[in-house]
């Protein structure tokens, strides 16, 4: 079991793979990433991944990619690591070109991953469910499009943990729920489930999207609409979705108690089929 870093189709260790410093993803932001989970030595849910990558390098006008070889590179890093259970992270960037703001005439992106295991979320929050705090989203206009623009999640993050909770739910500066700072958020009021629909304002979480297929096959009533703080404190139930995060009971949130602020029946049940669908 090796931790590993793929640079440009060269396998190595983490600590020899470096970034020429003007890579444009480091210069501007200028890449796209995802990451990708494996249970019991299988990678989950890549086709969607795959999808939403080309989704992503469309929107920003990157040159075409062979989505062959981005697979087969994937492949062949998770094999060669060895690890069961691991969390690819993979970006590409638009290239290196010395630093101005316009796309170089000619771009090289860059294709960069590392293979590691996937840090677990704490059993107690699964458990018993973790705490969140609501931030004004100031997060720029295309949150849809998966760049590694990603400074005002991490700023609300670390203001979640410093005041002692799990992580921060971002809502517009008009009350509209939107989504944390790396998962979805759904909410559950009498079984049935409302999360945020599809807009330049979040993510297309490939867990999200899951989550509302296991329901159309389940017949458990779930809507994509917007829905607003007041909303979210008042559901019976509210969780985060993602690879990593799968689903997470949220049980307080500002302080307040959300429902009877135990574990709810629907975070269990979707919980389960999620791990199920994945053959965790
Ligand atoms: C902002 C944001 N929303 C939602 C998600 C969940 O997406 P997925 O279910 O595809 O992991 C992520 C995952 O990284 C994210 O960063």
Redesign the pocket.
Known sequence: MQELAYMNGTIMPIDEAKVPIEDRGYNFGDAVY??IASYQGKLV?LE??LD?LDRSMTALSFPKMSRDMIRRAILELFEQSGIQRAGIYLQISRGVAPRDHAYPDDPQPQFMMTVRPVHEKPPEFRHNGATAITLTDLRWGR?DI?TVQ?LA?AMAKQQALEAGVFDAIFVSESGIVR??????VIIANDGRLITHPLTEQ?????????ILDICAERDLPAEERFFDVDTLYAADEVFL?????EVLPIVAIDGRTIGDGKVGQMARKLSRALLESVGA
């Open positions: 995802e990451y849910y969607e991944h939403r949150c998966k990603l999640n989504e944390a700072t790396s998962s979805n979040i993510l297309p979480g490939i867990t999200r999207q899951v979705t993602g690879t990593v995060t």
